[in-house]
T-cell receptor, first 110, second 116 residues
């Protein structure tokens, strides 16, 4: 079973920030939090990952709580092309296969 | 990010035939490659993990004699579905990661297999 819990779906208005929550209360000390997204009929796209510090890249920001039991992915200015299923995954790193849960279906409304 | 390609992007075959799917890391050396399968309206499921030059490690319930994986070089892994049947019809996706334990997995675009 996936070790993360995400809401099944969310709506967000175009141009606004999309905040996607994820609970991972059983995360181990050596596990990272990864975020991927999958647009229909395509392979997952890597977004961002972090261990305990907040991270930002050109796509998104990742906020991890101090106890590391939850995190939030922030898409600062959502566009229609951000409509996708977003997966939050905890994993030790590149040598381990990923366990995908059901993810959050984010729908960006015009 | 790093680029992973898959070929073919889609394939239709007759029941009983074998199909080979290629996965290539285009701009990095992939020490580890993974194969996933996704059925309609479901999440990706890990099938197997392969390290260059070693035998693949299969997840529970995945038949290793049916899904042959070869990872002969640091940039190429192949998945062969042998004696394919309609229930093998699915979306097959590979991913690859570099040599460092902290390396990120990057996914290919996927291959849609339809077995008639």
């Amino acid at each position: 079973d996936a070790k993360t819990t995400q809401p099944p779906s969310m709506d967000c208005a175009e141009g606004r920030a999309a905040n996607l929550p994820c609970n991972h209360s059983t995360i181990s000390g050596n596990e990272y939090v990864y975020w991927y997204r999958q647009i229909h009929s395509q392979g997952p796209q890597y977004i961002i990952h972090g261990l305990k510090n907040n991270e930002t890249n050109e796509m998104a920001s990742l906020i991890i709580t101090e106890d590391r039991k939850s995190s939030t992915l922030i898409l600062p200015h959502a566009t229609l092309r951000d409509t996708a299923v977003y997966y939050c995954i905890v994993n030790r790193g590149g040598a381990d296969g990923l366990t995908f849960g059901k993810g959050t279906h984010l729908i960006i409304q015009p | 990010g790093a680029v992973v390609s898959q070929h073919p992007s889609w394939v239709i075959c007759k029941s009983g035939t074998s199909v080979k799917i290629e996965c290539r890391s285009l701009d990095f050396q992939a020490t580890t490659m993974f194969w996933y399968r996704q059925f309609p309206k479901q999440s990706l499921m890990l099938m197997a993990t392969s390290n260059e030059g070693s035998k693949a490690t299969y997840e529970q319930g995945v038949e290793k004699d049916k899904f042959l994986i070869n990872h002969a070089s640091l940039t190429l892994s192949t998945l062969t579905v042998t004696s394919a049947h309609p229930e093998d019809s699915s979306f097959y996706i590979c991913s690859a990661s570099g040599p460092a334990n902290t390396d990120t997995q990057y996914f290919g675009p996927g291959t849609r297999l339809t077995v008639l």
